[in-house]
């Protein structure tokens, strides 16, 4: 009887197959509960191949961050296409962000979820991702206040601030659409594109909402408890005369 002939292939299609499938198990089960049997089942190799090309499971978790870390943002970026208004560009990057959470919902798990509470190592790397989708988002809002009025008034800081407040709005209506059933990408764009553009927009042309007017609240005077005086002792009753009646 001759042994079956495992099918060669080359290295980095046979390395990308087993992230593929760690990827998966990690987006299902998270990193503890995930198994090196169970990922190298669902490769198609043996556990020793996986351990051979990846050497553990640490660096097979900070592989699959890698990789899917840079899919993420390489999308995003892709998506925004130059030459478009301020909206439009919004526009195209939120439904490529949610285009690819979507078609990746493994992906997106083990990076939003899994990946920040494993450990520092892995959160360091998810919060790296972050950052520099960050910092594009801020590149695009600064760019759309200049051309909306050429001096622009928005700070560095507050444009920066607006930055988080979208990437961290498009994060967790990530998750809620990957958990309701029936909401595609494109709604949920469009969710947050009417939730963040009315502010947005007139932010761009230097009409920015305000808080209302208030009074300067009152100073109250402190008054300072005055203690109750020590109570007086009761007055002995008078004497009764003796012999009296």
Not at 17 to 44: C, H, K, T
Not at 87 to 114: I, K, N
Not at 221 to 236: E, G, L
């Amino acid at each position: 009887m001759g042994a079956g002939k495992t099918k060669r292939m080359p290295r980095a299609v046979r390395e990308q197959q087993m992230l593929d499938a760690a990827v998966s198990v990690f987006g299902r089960r998270g990193y503890m509960a995930a198994s090196m049997d169970e990922i190298a089942e669902l490769a198609g190799v043996s556990k020793p191949l996986v351990y051979l090309y990846l050497n553990s499971k640490d660096d097979l978790f900070s592989a699959c961050i890698g990789r899917e870390a840079r899919a993420l943002t390489e999308a995003v970026r892709a998506g925004v296409r130059p030459g478009l208004s301020a909206d439009g560009q919004l526009w195209s990057g939120l439904r490529a962000f949610f285009s690819h959470t979507a078609r990746h919902p493994d992906a997106w798990r083990m990076l939003h979820l899994h990946a920040r509470t494993h450990g520092e190592r892995f959160a360091a790397e998810v919060a790296a991702m972050r950052a520099e989708i960050v910092a594009f988002v801020t590149q695009l809002i600064a760019a759309a206040a200049r051309d909306a009025h050429r001096d622009p008034h928005l700070p560095e800081g507050e444009v920066a601030g607006l930055a988080e407040a979208l990437v961290g709005a498009a994060e967790s209506l990530a998750d809620w659409a990957g958990a309701t059933e029936g909401v595609t990408a494109k709604q949920a764009a469009a969710t947050l594109m009417n939730f963040a553009w009315a502010g947005l927009g007139d932010l761009m042309t230097g009409r920015p909402w305000t808080p209302p007017e208030e009074p300067e609240p009152v100073p109250v005077p402190v008054s300072v408890p005055v203690p109750d005086p020590a109570p007086r002792a009761a007055p002995s009753p008078a004497p009764v005369a003796q012999g009296a009646g």
